[in-house]
């Protein structure tokens, strides 16, 4: 197996071990009801972290797409709910809203030299801001479209679901990892993450690359804003707080380098089922106080971070010495 | 004489000012249908920086670009790739995180559907590298490759994108003989296919090997072009420096030394890395280590200066063992070592040429003795001078040099830590004539001094000239020693030939 | 000398003009903001108070500059404060000596650095996730010593680090000033400052040159470990409470803008500890600036996301070149642009 | 068989909720109920999480907590399907009431309302400039005791808000918008009162007011809401005026509300609303002081 498989084979080997652990403790937790749950509850979050994936690869990071999610449902729901549009329409509305959006930080970030960190915590501030104008109250969406589109899942025997969300990020997962390995943006993508000066002396178009990469994460954050909304029914300017960081950490521990050029979209997914088994897990133990909850949270992240790095450094030492 | 219609590329008055430095000045440049032509210049003289503007990779102050008689702006190197110019810059420039074919590939891979079509990639990527006698896994990262084959795929890359004019910035630099040779002939033929190529080096004999004419900058002006073969050897150099240069490589070896002996390694070495190895070293000793790309030179540079730890044998000095687990440790028994890797293992960019002078001292003095303002300014001044460093002030980021005066700004950096043990990797590489006639002599006087020194480098002839002794590695192994009278460059490569012979290790 | 003090200064023009910018901005729309008086024996108004209230950011900002110069991010100081805070709480209400308690909590706050470094230097994972484990984590032990409530305290002397005063300053801003030109001297008048950078710039470059990285690296997430703690201190003793829940919340991004307003790179190397204090005060200044304004808070970060946008614009590269080399609009090329890797 | 029922609670963002949390462990306790207990930091998509993770292990019940009224159709619905009696704490949700037993809460909009009764017959007719501690913008608390409040002042003249800003229920925040809010009603001498949507924000107000050379209580009175212990001591010392409780025993009655339904099949009210209870200095802020100290606020 090739070495830069390594970090996605630990993450899934982690994943698989630990779901293991979860179920010996817990059968329940092997119910369809269980897995079902895993896609759909994270899906937003999944969608957002496949455009996360895309900039971090890059070599940036885009901190801007919680507000986004959340600006896109207050979006949503004051455009259904005042405005009378049909939801495609007003879906179409959104996803050009955050698309542009994402494309004008990349601009930025790209024609003015700017650490796309602060641009991205600045694109954050005014996403927020901008929910907050809309309505800073929350605001259901009561649209009977949305019951339609939620009508629609696949039964999995055992009482589990295959939401139409969940299926949508599995969907998004799948073009991401098209986009990533089978189109020249997404090697281009690599390209700026292995060196930008570099990929520039070597003909990549770099301007259009990172407009690219931060209208894909905004169109991407429009998309898990629009999950979100059929998730929740509803719009609220508080929503999503701290997204961008699960989205980063589902990242990172899908064993993406956060300097980038080194990767997979496929490691963000198992990333984010890892996140989504400690919650279950925690929440299925259901003893832990709200602070213990928290330490667990971030003993596990760092024990997951331990065993990848430790699985790695084992098949490295283990390939020398072959 | 060739009327202008023959010039396919030619450059009028190239201007191009960094604060604090005129790297053009009106700079003219033809180059012919079908020629090689050589651009010569000392380190810093602004041979990149032409070849940069010519591909918009920087934006010119002024003057005007002609191809094939058409005024033409590249604005970055995408359009200049667009035009029909490969280039190769300086240092590999290619993306180690790719694999061999998406480097080859990146912005034209071929496409089924819309999606790239990664085997009708892969197959020609292969095949294009068949043409450089290279097989490799073209599916693995690039990262995973040595130096010389890094450059090989640039060769190979710029080459396939060169409809009109090939371009190569210090291609050879780290290329052996052989690889020299095959990357000669590519060139002859695409000369013969009427391709204008631009060759940089500063490797003189190839100037005459390859070149039809030579262009020769200095201090960012031009000096002249010339039919090669008009010009002599001697007239050359002067043109390139100014000045004569007193004498060039002098090739009587020095005697072997007769200091005592003060390092001893024994069963030295690292697992996967280079195998264990013994090896003394004198006082007042220039250890050369010879070998092919890739043979393990700088792996046993490394594990010398712990910057690999060993994991076997033991080093001893005058007698006494002693621990050479870490750079630090190397240090603190005054070793140096400049790398051969100087972009990534040796300067530190944003700092001045002073910081990265006063770097490895002031490490080893420790944080809480700050080396005055005065005595750091000191230093840096009479290295610069001493080392005859091109630089507008010492206060310049390091990284705004040329490539041969980075590398003899990190030579400072070791010397002005008085070290006892001087290890060099490549330390001429991409030196021009007039600076590595000045390296070879500071080696020498180092020796003379009492210094020990190892000293890794591709340059056989340059080897045999300062070399008390030399170790010939192969396959991470040493497997041969030479010293005395056999220290000759026909020795060197019989030793090299033969341990080639010897079979698998 | 002057030629010194005259790039020095040349360093923190940018900041010291936008600050200017935003004083001016605010004194118009709210023409007492620049009043100054003496009211119980201290200075009084409303610079006053962004310097006052600026104090835990510009002490995590001066942290946080240390260890994005070594190319790193500490994404935990808003926890960190909220643990040294309720220590400092829960071992001043259970009767331990002012000294003790603040020896101790600094002692947290070490400790909590030395982890953060351990993982980031030994470990060597992401600074990123390394200190995201301690972002999370560390609220949570906040919490687990104050079991979640607000840990009130009386005690006159933890309650002066808060609110009292030194030669008419509140304490706050003495001790960030001090704490500030300490930790500056520290690394300009030692080589420390030099070797930080080099390794920031080309960690391995600089450790083939001796440089003793590893404990560096654990030296600067120590010496914003210290800093938090001494924020976590201030935020406590200011409210006379330990509000784990509450205490340093999202100041990690605050205090992060604060080092970029100042001018330093998030890709490491050369830092300016007072620039970076600058941006602290900066950022302080917009947000009094919004609350003086009387604006309802619904447009509070469309405001401050509209000035910090017009201030990095103004100090971006690009909008620079253009404005010094008016002569050579496009001269520069991008030699500034380093490698990401 | 044990009573398991699953409670979903929005995080630990302040002393009322951590002592919320406390007190619905200990009736559980006192009922010998296991409660399996889920902190959703504040996010609604944990809690949704929560939910239905305690539907796959199939708890017997849930208490939900809602960090905010929207959005919880689905989930709720899934409860039902699963045949699972859902009873919200201290908020009420938008969604069809059939999808959950009971809500156990207060009136939010009413709590303003006494607040600012209250203040409206304080002050009996004299000019009153008032200044406002919002809580976090677009929470609900804040947006219903602003309007709460706003209603008991409407037509009373006299009084008038002043300033409004966000204090996002923090002490912290709490202190430094009243300290601008001095600088800018001229040293605080136009302000005549301070209304806090919580109790926190009050106690960092009434230090910023003190700092400023001023006499909360007197100079400026303060009115705050949610009765946590430390406005208590404030009362007490003369710096608190008032504030009106937001009780934490919201288990009580709804463990007694499931009790009764589990047994009897009786179904509980849609909506057992606790009390608001106003507290004054007259009220002997001490003895409350002590009986709400132990009860992990
Ligand atoms: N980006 C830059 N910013 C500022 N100065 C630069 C920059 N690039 C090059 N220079 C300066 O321009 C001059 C010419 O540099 P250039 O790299 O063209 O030299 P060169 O002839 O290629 O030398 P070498 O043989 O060492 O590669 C040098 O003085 C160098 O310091
Ligand atoms: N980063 C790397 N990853 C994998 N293999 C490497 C790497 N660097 C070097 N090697 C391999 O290690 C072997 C020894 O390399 P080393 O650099 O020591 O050779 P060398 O004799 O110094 O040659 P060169 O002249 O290229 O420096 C080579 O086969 C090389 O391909
Ligand atoms: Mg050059
Ligand atoms: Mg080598």
Redesign the pocket.
């Known amino acids: 197996m090739k070495q830069k498989y390594l970090p996605l084979t630990a993450t899934i080997l982690i994943f698989v071990l630990s779901y293991a652990l979860c179920v010996m403790q817990f059968p329940n937790m092997l119910s369809t009801r269980v897995i079902g749950n895993l896609l759909t509850d994270n899906a937003f979050l999944g969608i957002a972290a496949v455009g996360m994936t895309f900039v971090i690869l890059s070599g940036g990071i885009d901190l801007s797409v919680g507000a986004v999610i959340a600006f896109t449902g207050v979006f949503l729901a004051v455009v259904l709910e005042q405005g009378g549009l049909h939801p495609l329409v007003a879906f179409a509305l959104a996803l050009a809203i955050t698309t542009a959006f994402g494309a004008l930080m990349g601009a930025i970030i790209h024609y003015l030299e700017m650490p796309a960190f602060i641009v991205t915590l600045a694109g954050m501030f005014l996403a927020r801001g901008m929910a907050f104008v809309l309505s800073i109250d929350s605001i259901p969406i009561k649209h009977p479209f949305y019951a339609t589109l939620k009508g629609f899942y696949y039964k999995l025997p055992g009482g589990g679901r295959i939401t139409l969300i969940g299926g949508l990020m599995l969907l998004v997962f799948g073009v991401g990892i098209l986009i990533a390995h089978r189109t020249r943006f997404g090697t281009n993508v690599y390209a700026l993450g292995g060196g930008a000066a570099t990929a520039k002396l070597m003909g990549v178009p770099v301007a259009r690359t990172t407009i690219g990469i931060y209208a894909l994460s905004g169109l991407l954050a429009g998309l898990a804003g629009i999950v979100f909304s059929l998730y929740t029914s509803a719009g609220y300017s508080l929503a999503a707080v701290g997204v961008e960081l699960d989205a980063i950490t589902a990242v990172v521990i899908g064993g993406t380098l956060l300097t980038g050029g080194s990767g997979f979209v496929a490691g963000t997914l198992v990333g984010i089922l890892i996140q989504g088994l400690i919650q279950t897990y925690i929440t299925f133990d259901g003893t832990l106080s709200s602070w213990w909850t928290k330490i667990l949270i971030g003993l596990l992240l760092f024990a997951f971070i331990l065993l990848q790095k430790g699985i790695i450094r084992l098949s490295r030492v283990e390939r020398q010495h072959a | 004489m060739h009327s202008t219609s023959d010039n396919i590329l030619s450059a009028v008055r190239i201007e191009k000012g960094?604060?604090?430095?005129k790297?053009l000045d009106k700079v003219d440049f033809q180059l012919r249908r079908g020629e090689v032509h050589a651009l010569l210049?000392?380190?810093?003289?602004?041979?990149?920086?032409?070849i940069k503007c010519l591909t918009g990779a920087y934006r010119r102050d002024g003057g005007s670009i002609l191809l094939d008689g058409t005024e033409i702006d590249p604005r970055d190197t995408f359009d200049a790739q667009r035009l029909g110019i490969g280039t190769v810059y300086?240092e590999v420039n290619l993306l180690p995180n790719l694999t061999v074919a998406e480097n080859l590939f990146l912005g034209r891979q071929p496409r089924r559907f819309g999606m790239i079509d990664a085997r009708e990639m892969n197959r020609m990527a292969r095949e294009l590298l068949a043409e450089y006698e290279l097989d490799l896994d073209v599916t693995r990262d690039l990262a995973g490759y040595s130096v010389a084959i890094q450059q090989v795929v640039a060769i190979a890359r710029a080459v396939d994108l060169s409809g009109k004019v090939l371009i190569l910035?210090?291609p050879t630099a780290s290329l052996d003989a052989h690889e020299v040779a095959m990357l000669f002939r590519i060139v002859r033929r695409l000369k013969a296919r009427g391709l204008g190529i631009i060759f940089?080096t500063?490797f003189l004999e190839q100037v005459y090997e390859i070149s039809d004419r030579t262009t020769v900058?200095r201090n960012?002006q031009l000096v002249g072009t010339r039919e090669t073969t008009d010009l002599d050897r001697r007239d050359l150099i002067t043109m390139m420096i100014g000045r004569e240069l007193a004498d060039e490589i002098h090739t009587n070896h020095p005697s072997a030394g007769d200091g005592q002996l003060r390092y001893r390694f024994r069963n030295y070495g690292r697992r996967g890395h280079i195998d264990p190895f013994d090896l003394d070293v004198r006082a007042g000793e220039v250890v050369g280590i010879a070998g092919l790309l890739g043979s393990g030179r700088t792996e046993t540079a490394e594990v010398l200066f712990g910057a690999n730890r060993a994991d076997s044998g033991t080093a001893e000095i005058d007698g006494r063992a002693v621990d050479l687990s870490s750079p630090r440790a190397a240090i603190r028994q005054k070793f140096g070592f400049c790398p051969e890797d100087r972009k990534t293992a040796g300067i530190v960019g944003d700092l001045s040429v002073r910081e990265n002078i006063v770097l490895a001292l002031q490490a080893r003095r420790g944080w809480t003795r700050p080396i005055s303002r005065t005595e750091q300014n000191r230093l840096a001044d009479h290295y610069i001078r001493a080392l005859d460093i091109?630089?507008?002030d010492r206060e310049?980021p390091i990284k705004?040099?040329?490539?041969?005066?980075q590398q003899k700004a990190i030579l400072a950096r070791w010397l002005a830590t008085e070290p006892e043990f001087l290890i060099l990797d490549e330390p001429t590489r991409?030196i021009?004539v007039g600076a590595h006639a000045e390296i070879v002599r500071l080696i020498e006087s180092l020796r003379e001094k009492g210094l020990s020194l190892i000293v890794i480098s591709s340059e056989i002839e340059e080897l045999v000239a300062y070399s008390t002794r030399v170790v010939v590695l192969r396959d991470r192994a040493h497997v041969a020693e030479l010293d005395g009278e056999r220290i000759t460059a026909h020795n060197i490569v019989e030793a090299i030939a033969a341990a080639n012979e010897g079979g698998a290790s | 000398m002057t030629a010194t003090v005259k790039t020095y200064f040349g360093r923190l023009l940018p900041q010291l003009i936008a600050l200017a910018v935003i004083v001016v901005a605010i004194s118009m729309v709210f023409p007492g903001f620049l009043n100054l008086q003496i009211q119980n024996g201290r200075l009084y108004g409303s610079l006053i108070d962004i310097l006052n209230r600026g104090a835990p950011v510009v002490l995590l900002a001066i942290g946080m500059t240390v260890v994005i110069a070594t190319k790193g991010i500490d994404l935990s100081v808003g926890a960190v404060m909220a643990i040294c805070g309720a220590v400092a709480a829960a071992l001043i209400t259970s009767g331990h000596s002012l000294a003790e308690t603040l020896l101790a909590t600094l002692a947290v706050g070490i400790l909590c650095g030395v982890w953060n470094g351990i993982l980031v230097a030994i470990l060597d994972i992401q600074p990123i996730i390394a200190t995201l484990v301690l972002m999370v984590a560390g609220r949570g032990i906040a919490q687990l010593i104050t079991e979640g409530a607000i840990l009130t305290f009386n005690h006159p002397g933890l309650i002066f680090i808060g609110s009292g005063s030194f030669a008419g300053l509140p304490m706050p801003i003495v001790i960030w000033l001090v704490f500030g030109v300490l930790i500056a001297l520290l690394v300009r008048q030692t080589a420390l400052g030099m070797l930080i950078e080099a390794i920031g710039i080309n960690r391995q470059a600089s450790t083939l040159a001796g440089v003793l990285t590893p404990v560096l690296l654990i030296a600067a997430y120590v010496l914003s470990g210290l800093c938090a703690a001494f924020a976590g201190i201030i935020a406590a003793a200011d409210i006379r409470g330990a509000d784990a829940n509450n205490a340093g919340l999202w100041l990690e991004l605050d205090a992060i803008l604060a080092v970029v307003v100042g001018g330093t790179s998030l890709l490491g190397g050369r830092f300016s500890i007072a620039a970076s204090v600058l941006g602290a005060i900066i950022i302080q200044a917009i947000n009094t600036g919004i609350l003086l304004s009387g604006f309802p808070p619904e447009f509070n970060l469309i405001i401050k996301a509209a000035i910090i946008v017009f201030i990095l614009v103004l100090q971006s590269p690009r909008f620079r070149t253009a404005f010094t080399f008016v002569r050579l609009p496009r001269a520069a090329?991008k030699?500034t642009e380093r490698e990401a890797k | 068989a044990e009573l398991v029922v699953g409670f979903s609670q929005i995080g630990s963002e302040s002393g009322w909720r951590a002592a919320e949390t406390t007190l619905t462990k200990q009736q559980a306790e006192q009922r010998g109920v296991d409660l399996k207990f889920a902190d959703a930091q504040q996010k609604q998509e944990n809690q949704i999480k929560a939910i239905r993770s305690f539907i796959a292990q199939g708890v017997n019940a849930i208490l939900l907590a809602p960090v905010v009224a929207t959005g919880w159709d689905e989930v709720l619905q899934e409860a039902k399907d699963a045949e699972i009696p859902v009873i919200l704490l201290d908020r009420t949700v938008d969604a069809s009431d059939d999808l959950y037993l009971t809500a156990v809460t207060s009136d939010l909009v009413h709590e303003g309302n006494v607040a600012g009764k209250w203040l409206v017959d304080t002050v009996a007719g004299k000019d009153c400039n008032v200044v406002e501690l919002q809580g976090t913008t677009g929470s609900s608390p804040a947006i219903d005791r602003k309007k709460g409040f706003e209603e008991a002042l409407a037509g009373h003249d006299n009084l008038k808000i002043v300033r409004s800003q966000t204090g996002d229920f923090t002490r912290t925040k709490g202190k430094e918008v009243m300290e601008s809010f001095l600088k800018a009603e001229n040293g605080g001498k136009n302000i005549c009162a301070l209304y806090a949507h919580n109790d926190d924000m009050a106690v960092g107000a009434i230090q910023a007011i003190k700092e400023a050379g001023l006499k909360p209580g007197t100079d400026i009175l303060v009115v705050s809401i949610d009765a946590v212990p430390d406005i208590f001591q404030a009362m007490a010392a003369g710096e608190a005026n008032a504030t009106v409780e937001l009780t934490p025993n919201m288990a009580g009655p709804a463990f007694d509300a499931l009790d009764a339904y589990l047994k009897d099949g009786k179904e509980p009210p849609k909506w057992i609303q606790t009390e608001s209870k106003l507290y004054t200095q007259a009220d002997d802020p001490m003895k409350v002081y002590e009986e709400k100290k132990g009860l992990g606020y």
Do not use: V
């Open positions: 960094f604060p604090g430095t790297a210049g000392e380190n810093g003289a602004g041979k990149s920086t032409l300086q910035d210090e940089i500063h900058l960012g091109r630089t507008a310049k705004l040099l040329s490539g041969g005066n991409g021009d | 090329g030699p």
